[in-house]
């Protein structure tokens, strides 16, 4: 089968379209004929040699995927040969072939190409968990979602939207403003021109929102604290803006903050399955019905992995960037 491997850890010239082994699958595993991968900010981490993937996973890129059932384990009674499915694994995505256990595999709705459904697992899975798992949305709350464009982003303003609540983004373009209003944002913020401190009290009339979902980290941490009202919640999803705070705790004592965090990569196949399920009785029905939407931004030839991951680094996407196999 064709799989994008490292030859090594770097830029994208590092990657390179091989023919590698078809994976093994166990009694309790898919394998999946598979011709769609989403793209990653992990996948660029992982190029660079900075995250490796968790014992036991594939060292191929490609963390979610959209194919059809090749072969199942022989303890698996839920899905047969030619089922359409998708979801969340860790690793072994950028490749023809890949193996997933049965738990992690959810039904494509009829509605979605494959291109389409591989837009969705990550950046829903992980909006989903954050604000509907963790945060506890409810109706009418107000959000604040970081990177509103991005793929999580751009998940996160539907599935707030979907809930009842409000929702203020923040983005770093005139057309990634213009795209977060689209998806059904009450006000977008350039960040690079106006302060998204002062636009959320002025949205708020001053109160600040229930809730801020952040994928930058270090950068905002101080104003994040800014925007949030008396016992808000702060979701700490993504570090593109680095890791590192000096904090005063004071004043999440004082205000009776909750800070939130999530990651899904290295979490224990029992809390996978659990999230999985929990995306299947949340966000399936909402993809079904058209209330949310995946936001594909460019679909790219395999061979094209070396500029795909360029668009992504270049943060130009709007949406998800998806490789077709
Ligand atoms: N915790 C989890 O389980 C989980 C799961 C999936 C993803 N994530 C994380 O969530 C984040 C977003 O992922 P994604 O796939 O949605 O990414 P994406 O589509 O590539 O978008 C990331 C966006 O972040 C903004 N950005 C990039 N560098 C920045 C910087 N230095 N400072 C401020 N903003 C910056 C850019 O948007 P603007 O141009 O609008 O500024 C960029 O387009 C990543 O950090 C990713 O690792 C976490």
């Not at 030859?7 to 394998?31: H, M, Q, S």
């Not at 900075?50 to 890129?61: A, C, K, M, R, T």
């Not at 800014?226 to 016992?231: A, K, T, V």
């Not at 399920?277 to 936001?295: C, I």
Request: hydrophobic share 45%; with cysteine; glycine share 10%.
């Amino acid at each position: 089968m064709r799989a994008v491997v490292c030859r090594g850890a770097g830029g994208v010239e590092v990657l390179e379209v091989a023919e590698a082994p078809r994976p093994e699958i166990g009694p309790d595993d898919l394998l999946v004929r598979n011709f769609a991968a989403g793209l990653n900010r992990a996948d660029l981490l992982q190029r660079r040699g900075l995250y490796p993937p968790p014992p036991g996973e594939s060292v191929i890129l490609g963390l979610e995927f959209a194919g059809e059932v090749a072969e199942a384990g022989s303890r698996v009674g839920s899905f047969r040969r030619g089922d359409r499915v998708f979801g969340i694994v860790g690793g072994g995505a950028y490749a023809d072939f890949l193996r997933v256990h049965h738990a992690l595999a959810v039904p494509i709705p009829d509605t979605l190409s494959y291109d389409a459904a591989a837009a969705v697992p990550e950046a829903f899975a992980t909006a989903q968990e954050s604000l509907y798992g963790l945060a506890r949305l409810e109706p009418g709350e107000s959000v604040l979602v970081h990177a509103g464009a991005s793929g999580v982003g751009s998940a996160a303003i539907q599935l707030a939207r979907a809930r009842g609540a409000v929702v203020i983004a923040t983005a770093g373009s005139a057309d990634k403003v213009a795209a977060c209003l689209r998806l059904g944002a009450s006000r977008a913020v350039n960040h690079r021109e106006e302060d998204f401190v002062a636009a959320v009290r002025e949205f708020t009339e001053s109160r600040g929102v229930h809730v801020v979902l952040d994928l930058v980290g270090a950068k905002h941490w101080e104003r994040n604290l800014d925007c949030l009202r008396e016992g808000g919640r702060l979701l700490v999803v993504g570090l593109v803006g680095g890791s590192k705070v000096q904090a005063d705790l004071s004043v999440i004592l004082r205000r009776r903050l909750q800070v939130l965090g999530t990651a899904l990569r290295m979490r224990p196949l029992e809390e996978k399955a659990a999230i999985a399920r929990h995306f299947r009785e949340t966000v399936l029905p909402l993809l079904e019905s058209g209330a949310v939407r995946p936001v594909l931004d460019r679909v790219y030839p395999l061979e094209e992995v070396r500029a795909a991951h360029e668009r992504m680094e270049a943060n130009l996407n709007v949406g998800k960037i998806v490789l077709r196999l």
